[in-house]
Each structure stands twice: as C-alpha cells, then as structure tokens.
C-alpha cells in the first residue's frame, strides 16, 4: 500500500538556521503531496502542497518540490524562527479523493 | 472564514463506555474524513464519507460506526470503549470540486478512556 517516510526527530536548530526535513513516499499512480504542521495542543494545519512532479509548494518561507525521479518530497526553509517549533507531517493522497497517508511526524524545536 | 467544527473538545470516559463525537464541515464541503492519532503518532484514517455514503474505511474498529446526516455533518460512535481508544480524533473536510483532495481539518476531540 501507499506510505510516507520521514526521518526522524527531534530536529533541534537554532534561530536563522536552515531547515531540511526529508519525506519519501510510495504511491500507485500520481499522488498530490502535503506538509501539514501540528503545533502543540492544536489540530493539523495544511502547510504546503504539490499536485504534480516538478511542482514547488511554497507558504510562509517553507519550500518543497515534488520529485518524482527521487519520489521525494522533502521540506526546507532557509532561516527558521522560535515560533516554527511543532511537528511537521509530510502526507500523501492519490486521486480520487482518498485518505491521507501520513508520515510518522518530524518534531522541530528551534532555540533563541 | 468557516472552519471545520469538532465537539466535544474534550471527553472523558470509563472503559466499557460509549462516546459519540460530532464533526461539522465547511460549509459547501460534501466529504468527510475521520482520522485518529495516538500519543506521539501520526495520524491514522478511520473511514470517510462522500453525499452521506461511506466512501472509504480504514483502520477502524468493529465497535466503532460512523454516518453523515442530510446536513453533511458527522457522527463517530464508540462502544465500549478500551483503554487503547484514548487518542486524539480529527475530522477533516473536503469539496470534490477541487483539482486536488485538499483536507481541511477541525481542531479535534481529545477522548481520555480510564
């Protein structure tokens, strides 16, 4: 079946440093691809998203491009802020409207 | 703008209990998603609805049913409920008029079983 792979965290940075977070996926067909964000006692929020291979989904400084040679999807932000700490969750879902698949969440905690 | 509605927030029950948790979509929205996350974990779909028709189903368990009424809103039912069954559970709505399956999520029902 579909999955996501993330790596692992806690990802610990400090203040303006620059932010990878890795996603691979497998999927049949052509699946639509997803950051979403949880900050602490909050519900999931969509962060960015890409529907096609060489799309780049961009939203308040993140970056990700769907690379479909690589099946990657990985999540970068060039300086990050105290207030980016959550967890970051990359998400798959094929056409037809189906579920989301969901990675198992990459913990990001930044330091003053 | 109008979000997705979850209630309660918050629920507390005893093993062997029933639960019934609400989700009401974006207005004009006609899917539904159920998902449930345990501690740390990520999110994990429960089953989904499309006009009111079960469109999809996950990992969910026997003892658990879910509908959506004419109103397009939804209901998760949980009979006697375990331990297990503490988690954090998020609907999620959609409109298939959309290119893409973009979920928009409520804030959740965080359900604590003693």
């Known amino acids: 079946g579909d999955s996501v792979t993330q790596m692992e965290g806690p990802v610990t940075l400090s203040e303006e440093a620059f932010l990878t977070i890795n996603c691979t996926y497998t999927?049949?067909?052509?699946?639509?691809l997803f950051w979403y964000v949880q900050y602490p006692g909050e519900g999931l929020q969509l962060l960015l998203k890409?529907?096609?291979?060489?799309d780049k989904g961009s939203n308040k400084g993140f970056e990700a491009t769907y690379r479909k040679e690589t099946t990657s999807f990985h999540l970068e932000k060039g300086s990050v802020q105290v207030s980016d700490s959550a967890v970051y969750f990359c998400?798959?879902?094929?056409?037809?409207?189906?579920?989301?698949?969901f990675g198992t969440g990459t913990r990001l905690l930044v330091s003053p | 703008a109008a979000g997705v509605i979850q209630s309660p927030r918050h629920l507390i029950k005893e093993k062997r209990e029933t639960a019934t948790l609400k989700c009401y979509p974006i207005?004009?929205?006609?899917?539904v998603y159920w998902y449930q996350q345990g501690p740390g974990q990520d999110p994990q779909f429960l089953i989904s609805?499309?006009?009111?028709?079960?469109?999809d189903k996950g990992s969910i368990p026997d003892r658990f049913s879910a509908q959506q009424f004419s109103d397009y809103h939804s209901e998760l039912n949980m009979s006697s409920l375990e331990l297990g069954d503490s988690a954090l559970y998020f609907c999620?709505?959609?409109?298939?008029?959309?290119?893409?399956?973009?979920?928009?999520f409520g804030p959740g029902t965080r359900l604590t079983v003693l």
């Open positions: 998400a798959s879902s094929n056409t037809g409207f189906q579920k989301l698949v």
């Open positions: 999927a049949t067909g052509y699946p639509s």
């Open positions: 890409a529907t096609k291979a060489d």
């Open positions: 207005p004009r929205h006609d899917t």
């Open positions: 609805f499309y006009e009111k028709m079960q469109s």
């Open positions: 999620a709505s959609s409109t298939r008029d959309g290119y893409y399956n973009e979920q928009f």
